[in-house]
């Protein structure tokens, strides 16, 4: 009889545990790898305008809502952090961006009203991230031109991308704005090398390292070095 439960035991462990195996479609959080974005090399699964999740949404999320006092994973205001994909996906709806709370909260009151907005463009890479499944996208290849170092032409999408939901309007965390050219050139010329220092992670603290959420590519931070060196032309 002992052996009997005992054999029913495991049956039910073995069950459970395969449960628990269980993916989810948009929940896993190992990245998937895509090889190179946009340029036809994606697979029936991954096709090649997958939105890659972990370089163009999740700065979205880091810069516009993460930032201090909000909903960073030290704030966490109202419960909501929003730094890294498992918690993003607490108010995801794969492949219904309608029934998505962070994503439909974009239309209301998130960021609030005051604060430095997500453009057009930004909220629909959004939705067409949560269309495509709001799989966890890590693109191997990038779209980085070293070359476009002025603020047209590339460095006011890296601000826009990184830095302008702290830094996109008056008065700008610690007076720093990023968000229209004037300002951003005054920033680039006044505090040229703290600015180089804090995005190559090399701040007088920790604290100060830019941006918070992780270092730009290698590529990214020679463009901005560019700008800088060459008197921050538009």
């Known amino acids: 009889m002992r052996k009997v439960f005992f054999i029913v035991g495991l049956v039910l462990l073995a ?13 896993s959080t190992s ?10 090399g994606g697979t029936t699964s991954n096709p090649s305008d997958t939105v890659c999740f972990n370089s163009e949404v999740l700065p979205l999320y880091q810069s516009y809502c993460a930032s201090a006092g909000c909903h960073s994973a030290a704030s966490a205001r109202s419960g909501v952090v929003t730094t890294d994909y498992f ?15 962070y994503y ?5 009151d998130m960021p609030p009203r005051g604060s430095p907005q997500m453009t057009a463009a930004q909220v629909a890479t959004i939705q067409k991230w949560i269309s495509q499944g709001a799989l966890n996208t890590l693109c191997m290849t990038t779209t980085c031109d070293s070359t476009k170092t002025t603020y047209s032409n590339g460095i006011s999408t890296l601000f826009a991308t990184y830095c302008n939901g702290c830094h996109g309007v008056a008065p700008g965390s610690g007076n720093i704005i990023l968000g229209d050219y004037t300002n951003a050139k005054n920033t680039g010329i ?15 603290t920790a604290a100060k390292n ?18 800088i060196n060459n008197g921050c032309p538009q």
């Open 31 to 40: 990245p998937i790898i895509i090889a190179n974005p946009g340029t036809g």
């Open 104 to 108: 439909t909260i974009l239309f209301n």
């Open 210 to 227: 830019m941006p918070p959420a992780g270092k730009l590519s290698s590529c990214q931070i020679l463009q901005i070095t560019k700008w």
């Open 15 to 27: 069950s459970i545990a395969c449960k628990h195996q269980m993916v989810v479609p948009g929940t």
């Open 87 to 101: 918690n993003i996906m607490k108010g995801i709806r794969a492949n219904s961006p309608n029934s998505s709370k």
């Open 190 to 204: 006044s505090i040229k090398q703290s600015f180089l220092n804090d995005i190559n992670y090399a701040g007088a």
